[in-house]
């Protein structure tokens, strides 16, 4: 089959190699694919660009492929590129016997992974060309949707693909531009060369990047104190070694259908089929209510050594729930009610982050010995963090504390729109190509992820990450892209638009 479709991609991040290699496996050939996208981290994107190697991604080999429906992809990948000789260091985590690979690695098969789908993407006759250039803004036309690079130049495609990456981390405390301030870590290798190796260290943020900061300090022989701060203190649970489970009640295929089909379940109804879920694999939902319930009442230090000690613990509880959130949460997302699903972000938002993305087992005992030490403390409740002299205070309740060096660690949010995007995506919203979404970036199609407006969808724009975050949520986390990049590029390539929807080139009229 071939096709004279013109796609253009706005971004060149991991979701983009997911979308190539899934355009690169159709059985469509032709048009032209062109990707824009001016940052030096072409195919890596912030999280995977070249750095120590105590900076890791959090989930085994198998669920870090970016092709769908095959789980051993990037095994094979691994074991091609860096075949494990006697005694070599192969990451694999020794407490619970999960291979970690570094960020930097994994980039690399990122960038492997692109030029593989760019070189069958052209033996299948498309035209394929990169952009290294930003897009601020898209206009319709006849002849299709009118891409604007910042030097002028302009492109015509017929459909688009936003793939723009999440922001940029907040400044909270407005310290940008301070000496000693870092407000961005990655990469750790280099921000981490300006930090004396006796200097007292704040770090924002107690998720996944702020253990990344402090184990990354850690590996270079940092001999200061180190503070972990936050304003809740909620740490990410550990990754416990896995057990082997078969969804029955929560099933994906079952919530998957029904999200196709535009059903409605209540949070109360998805409640009851995990607790079933959860009893038929013999499992105490008590576990799982129990541990929520901590996130705000338990000592962090208290929590990390409970999660640590827990690694090989024969209950399955958080583990069943690990597993079923990432497998069903873009379908179960889409069922519930618009009022389920603001209260289940303001309420449990965050038990959800670290519940479901935890730290490594080998990382934890790390932090635990850096607090054993004495050189590690987390501290929860910090209300405040300033500029004082030539360094910084940080002040939680009656105590304040001087430090040298503050490490913003504090995650972009999700659902956010980078920097380098937002001229184009407030470009569309303001030509009524795109509606804004209240929890964060736009409105999406579930089944295509087609930008909507007023619930009318286009199918000239899609929106893939943090940008759809808003409607679809679950959007993070290389599954998910994984996934929707499959559904989109099964839109993409319709040769003609479903559901009586405009052709390519009209313009849709909208209030």
Not at 138 to 148: E, P, R
Not at 192 to 206: E, I, M, N, T, Y
Not at 293 to 313: N, Q
Not at 374 to 384: A, D, F, S, T, Y
């Amino acid at each position: 089959m071939r096709s004279d479709r013109r796609i253009g991609i706005v971004g060149g991040g991991a979701s983009t190699v997911c979308l190539l290699d899934a355009l690169a496996r159709s059985d469509v050939g032709g048009g032209a694919i062109t990707v824009f996208d001016p940052s030096p981290h072409l195919w890596r994107g912030r999280p995977y660009q070249r750095d120590v190697t105590a900076v890791r991604v959090n989930i085994a080999p198998e669920g870090m492929t970016i092709r769908s429906g095959d789980k051993a992809h990037f095994t094979r990948w691994l074991a091609a590129r860096y075949p494990k000789a006697q005694g070599e260091n192969d990451y694999m985590d020794p407490l619970c016997g999960i291979k970690f690979i570094p960020r930097a690695m994994y980039g690399e098969y990122l960038e492997d992974s692109a030029r593989d789908a760019l070189v069958h993407l052209a033996e299948s006759g498309w035209r394929v060309s990169v952009v290294r250039k930003q897009v601020v803004s898209a206009d319709t036309s006849d002849d299709g949707v009118i891409l604007t690079t910042d030097d002028g130049d302009v492109s015509v495609v017929d459909r688009v693909v936003l793939c723009t990456g999440r922001g940029a981390p907040p400044d909270d405390y407005g310290l940008k531009g301070t000496p000693g301030y870092v407000v961005d870590p990655y990469p750790l290798a280099k921000t981490l060369g300006q930090v004396d190796p006796d200097q007292d260290v704040a770090v924002l943020g107690s998720g996944l990047t702020g253990v990344d900061v402090v184990l990354a300090l850690a590996a270079k022989g940092h001999r200061g104190r180190v503070h972990m701060l936050s304003r809740s203190g909620v740490l990410p649970t550990v990754r416990q070694t896995p057990l082997s489970h078969q969804l029955v009640h929560f099933r994906p295929d079952e919530l998957r259908d029904a999200a196709l089909r535009g059903e409605t379940l209540g949070l109360d109804r998805l409640v009851e089929m995990m607790r079933a879920e959860l009893i038929s694999a013999g499992e105490n939902p008590a576990t799982v209510l129990a541990e929520l319930d901590s996130l705000d009442r338990e000592d962090p230090t208290t929590r990390l050594r409970r999660h640590l000690a827990a690694v090989d613990s024969p209950d399955r509880a958080l583990r069943i729930l690990q597993y079923a959130v990432p497998a069903t949460g873009p379908d179960v997302w889409t069922l519930l009610s618009e009022e389920d699903k603001s209260g289940l972000i303001r309420r449990h938002y965050r038990a959800m982050m670290s519940i479901c993305c935890p730290m490594t087992a080998a990382a934890a005992q790390k932090l635990v010995g850096l607090v054993d030490r004495g050189q590690l403390e987390i501290v929860p409740g910090v209300r405040q963090v300033a500029v004082a002299g030539e360094g910084f205070t940080f002040t939680v309740a009656e105590r304040t504390t001087a430090v040298d060096v503050v490490i913003n660690a504090v995650n972009p949010a999700v659902r956010s729109t980078s920097a380098m995007a937002k001229p184009l995506v407030d470009g569309l919203v303001g030509a009524g190509l795109a509606q804004a979404h209240p929890r964060g970036g736009v409105h999406v199609e579930r089944a295509t992820s087609r930008l909507t407006v007023d619930g009318v969808p286009d199918h000239r724009f899609h929106a893939l990450g943090d940008l759809a975050g808003g409607s679809l949520f679950f959007t993070f986390g290389m599954p998910s892209l994984v996934d929707r990049a499959r559904d989109i590029v099964d839109d993409l390539l319709l040769l003609e638009p479903a559901n009586g929807l405009p052709a390519a080139g009209t313009t849709l009229q909208t209030a």
